[in-house]
């Protein structure tokens, strides 16, 4: 959603070190910031000497001329984000909590901290930033204020008093980590080159996601991305916070916001260029939004994942697309088997297309999930529906009972988000193993990091949704909009499927225009398909022919949950 040029950007500050080099600190920060279109305001924590091969001398900045920053900006130019980077003292610390803490008491403001401790420069890896005073700073007033920690391993083990962990051990420390009172944490791994093509799969970048919903369910996982093979990587720690807070900024969760920063960093560092001796900067790009190939997977822990050598060799296209894709056009979804009939019929009757179909019983309240009178209800439907399609030769999706449909020979099955999260590891071979064997699976997904979990199982079709209200189930996430309809159908590695509020014609059209390459009806077949599928059928063929012509460029989404719903 390109932002009008008349509107105020959303400030960020950013209180850092500046780097002689241009590579890292306030520096990489502007870029970012630029990056992302967002404004920042540069705030000097510390000087330092430095050029790509070492760091020679750091100078924290007098307490009093710190304050006298924070405390002009907090006058005039108020930040919906405070970033800090390298901030040298104990003293710096206190200034940056205390600042915190008289803005919250005006407005919402999120504290975004890359604890940056030490260097890491080619020759100044062991050049320490922060002695045993400023690390209980950190521990004691600078975690408890925290909305997104933004640590690498050996910053998380040194805020925890640990030993330098190895990345798998990552969720553990981001547990401890947030037991301190932090909201969330994204302990970077992407200086660990531990798991590269450790069991067969192509190298990558791993960091550790944990957070939460608005309502406290966690969201956890591994974001995933294969390794940008570049020496180039100065302030890449930099860059991944500074994007974070820029996506808080503009209203995204913390999660979400992780998905942008890993979105961006991957690019920055494609872009890296030397400039010296030793390690170059990485180079912020605005590009990184309308790039399908910086999407990362979002994977469950704690073992780290592999990420697939499609043939070509491991520089092979990214995000890799399954093997079974499904574009599913005209999308019905039926609540049961007399309707998948229905709907068949009309379609023939009218000689019209098969439309794709989605079996939606649900289990009536009040009735246990082992009622055995309801349990035969639901194997007599679904075997029904299956029996229709199978004979009509159409594409029958079973939503929510996906165990029951694989024994009764469902060949394509709908979960969403919830399935996906309440799956055992054998239930996730099994489902796997379908699809090895050629089950179509479609899932569902509201946010930037749900599309990424999506992602990760190489599915048939990924709906997006809802695209406009619904009244048909009851959900946290503001509409999507067909703005972020198209960014889903430009960025997810398999046919993007618009659902949610579809009760008109002209916005199955409208879906179809936005390159979605399926669009789902529910309410708006009416009692009688036989009188409607023709409107519906008309309506997705004009928007595809809509689609063909189109094609411009595109820009960021919109936040879909936020932190107030």
Same mark, same amino acid.
């Given at each position: 959603?390109?932002?009008?040029?008349?509107?105020? *950007?959303?400030?960020?500050?950013?209180?850092?070190?500046?780097?002689?080099?241009?590579?890292?600190?306030?520096?990489?920060?502007?870029?970012?910031?630029?990056?992302?279109?967002? %404004?920042?305001?540069?705030?000097?924590?510390?000087?330092?000497?430095?050029?790509?091969?070492?760091?020679?001398?750091?100078?924290?900045?007098?307490?009093?001329?710190?304050?006298?920053?924070?405390?002009?900006?907090?006058?005039?130019?108020?930040?919906?984000?405070?970033?800090?980077?390298?901030?040298?003292? &104990? $003293?710096?610390?206190? $200034?940056?909590?205390?600042?915190? @803490?008289?803005?919250?008491?005006?407005?919402?403001?999120?504290?975004?901290? %890359?604890?940056?401790?030490?260097?890491?420069?080619?020759? +100044?890896?062991?050049?320490?930033?922060?002695?045993?005073?400023?690390? &209980?700073?950190?521990?004691?007033?600078?975690?408890?204020?925290?909305?997104?920690?933004?640590?690498?391993?050996?910053?998380?083990?040194?805020?925890?008093?640990?030993?330098?962990?190895?990345?798998?051990?990552?969720?553990?420390?981001?547990?401890?980590?947030?037991?301190?009172?932090?909201?969330?944490?994204?302990?970077?791994?992407? %200086?660990?080159?531990?798991?590269?093509?450790? &069991?067969?799969?192509?190298?990558?970048?791993? %960091?550790?996601?944990?957070?939460?919903?608005? /309502?406290?369910?966690?969201?956890?996982?591994?974001?995933?991305?294969? *390794?940008?093979?570049?020496?180039?990587?100065?302030?890449?720690?930099?860059?991944?916070?500074?994007?974070?807070?820029?996506?808080?900024?503009?209203?995204?969760?913390?999660?979400?916001?992780?998905?942008?920063?890993?979105?961006?960093?991957?690019?920055?560092? *494609?872009?890296?260029?030397?400039?010296?001796?030793?390690?170059?900067?990485?180079?912020? /790009?605005?590009?990184?939004?309308?790039?399908?190939?910086?999407?990362?997977?979002?994977?469950?822990?704690?073992?780290?994942?592999? !990420?697939?050598?499609?043939?070509?060799?491991?520089?092979?296209?990214?995000?890799?697309?399954?093997?079974?894709?499904?574009?599913?056009?005209?999308?019905?979804?039926?609540?049961?088997?007399? *309707?998948?009939?229905?709907?068949?019929?009309?379609?023939?009757?009218?000689? !019209?297309?098969?439309?794709?179909?989605?079996?939606?019983?649900?289990?009536?309240?009040?009735?246990?999930?082992?009622?055995?009178?309801?349990?035969?209800?639901?194997?007599? /439907? !679904?075997?029904?529906?299956?029996?229709?399609?199978?004979?009509? @030769?159409?594409?029958?999706?079973?939503? @929510?009972?996906?165990?029951?449909?694989? /024994?009764?020979?469902?060949?394509?099955?709908?979960? +969403?988000?919830?399935?996906?999260? $309440?799956?055992?590891?054998?239930?996730?071979?099994?489902?796997?193993?379908?699809?090895?064997?050629?089950?179509?699976?479609?899932?569902?997904?509201?946010?930037?990091?749900?599309?990424?979990?999506?992602?990760?199982?190489?599915?048939?079709?990924?709906?997006?949704?809802?695209?406009?209200?619904?009244?048909?189930?009851?959900?946290?996430?503001?509409?999507?909009?067909?703005?972020?309809?198209?960014?889903?159908?430009?960025?997810?590695?398999?046919?993007?499927?618009?659902?949610?509020?579809?009760?008109?014609?002209?916005? !199955?059209?409208?879906?179809?225009?936005?390159?979605?390459?399926?669009?789902?009806?529910?309410?708006?077949?009416?009692?009688?398909?036989?009188?409607?599928?023709?409107?519906?059928?008309? $309506?997705?063929?004009?928007?595809?022919?809509?689609?063909?012509?189109?094609?411009?460029?595109?820009?960021?989404?919109?936040?879909?949950?936020?932190?107030?719903?």
């Amino acid at each position: 959603m390109a932002m009008p040029q008349n509107a105020q *950007r959303p400030l960020i500050w950013s209180i850092a070190g500046t780097d002689s080099g241009g590579g890292a600190g306030l520096a990489a920060d502007q870029r970012a910031a630029e990056a992302c279109g967002v %404004d920042l305001c540069p705030v000097v924590a510390a000087v330092t000497a430095q050029n790509s091969v070492a760091v020679s001398a750091v100078h924290p900045v007098p307490a009093e001329l710190l304050q006298a920053q924070l405390d002009a900006l907090a006058a005039d130019m108020p930040p919906r984000v405070i970033k800090t980077g390298l901030l040298g003292s &104990a $003293a710096a610390v206190q $200034a940056v909590a205390r600042t915190v @803490d008289a803005l919250r008491q005006r407005g919402p403001v999120a504290l975004v901290v %890359d604890p940056v401790l030490r260097a890491t420069v080619s020759q +100044g890896a062991g050049t320490g930033f922060a002695d045993d005073a400023t690390l &209980a700073a950190y521990r004691e007033l600078l975690l408890p204020r925290t909305t997104v920690l933004t640590p690498n391993r050996r910053e998380a083990a040194r805020l925890l008093g640990q030993p330098e962990a190895r990345a798998e051990d990552l969720p553990a420390q981001a547990e401890a980590l947030r037991a301190l009172g932090v909201h969330t944490v994204v302990a970077t791994g992407g %200086d660990s080159a531990e798991a590269d093509a450790a &069991a067969g799969g192509r190298p990558a970048a791993h %960091d550790w996601l944990a957070s939460a919903m608005p /309502d406290g369910t966690p969201i956890t996982g591994w974001l995933s991305a294969p *390794r940008v093979p570049t020496a180039h990587h100065h302030g890449t720690g930099c860059t991944f916070a500074s994007t974070l807070a820029a996506a808080l900024a503009r209203g995204f969760v913390p999660a979400d916001a992780a998905v942008l920063a890993k979105m961006a960093t991957t690019a920055a560092l *494609r872009a890296a260029r030397p400039r010296g001796a030793g390690a170059g900067p990485v180079w912020a /790009d605005a590009g990184f939004i309308t790039d399908p190939s910086t999407l990362p997977w979002l994977t469950p822990g704690p073992a780290l994942p592999v !990420l697939p050598v499609q043939p070509g060799g491991a520089e092979a296209v990214w995000p890799p697309r399954g093997a079974v894709q499904h574009a599913t056009g005209l999308y019905a979804i039926v609540d049961r088997a007399e *309707r998948v009939q229905a709907v068949l019929a009309a379609a023939h009757r009218l000689g !019209l297309p098969l439309p794709t179909l989605q079996l939606r019983i649900k289990r009536p309240a009040g009735t246990a999930p082992d009622d055995a009178a309801w349990l035969a209800r639901l194997r007599a /439907d !679904l075997a029904q529906g299956l029996a229709a399609a199978g004979e009509a @030769d159409a594409t029958l999706y079973i939503n @929510d009972h996906w165990q029951l449909a694989l /024994d009764l020979g469902a060949q394509a099955l709908h979960l +969403g988000q919830e399935d996906l999260l $309440a799956l055992s590891p054998a239930e996730q071979q099994r489902l796997r193993s379908a699809q090895a064997s050629g089950l179509k699976l479609g899932l569902s997904s509201h946010t930037l990091w749900e599309l990424c979990r999506a992602a990760a199982w190489q599915p048939a079709y990924i709906a997006c949704g809802p695209v406009w209200p619904t009244t048909t189930k009851d959900m946290p996430w503001v509409p999507q909009g067909l703005d972020n309809l198209g960014f889903w159908a430009r960025m997810a590695p398999a046919p993007a499927v618009g659902i949610g509020g579809v009760l008109a014609p002209t916005q !199955l059209s409208q879906i179809a225009a936005s390159g979605a390459q399926g669009g789902c009806i529910v309410r708006g077949l009416g009692e009688e398909p036989v009188h409607t599928l023709p409107a519906w059928q008309h $309506a997705w063929d004009l928007g595809r022919a809509t689609a063909a012509g189109q094609g411009g460029p595109m820009g960021w989404p919109h936040a879909s949950l936020t932190a107030a719903a």
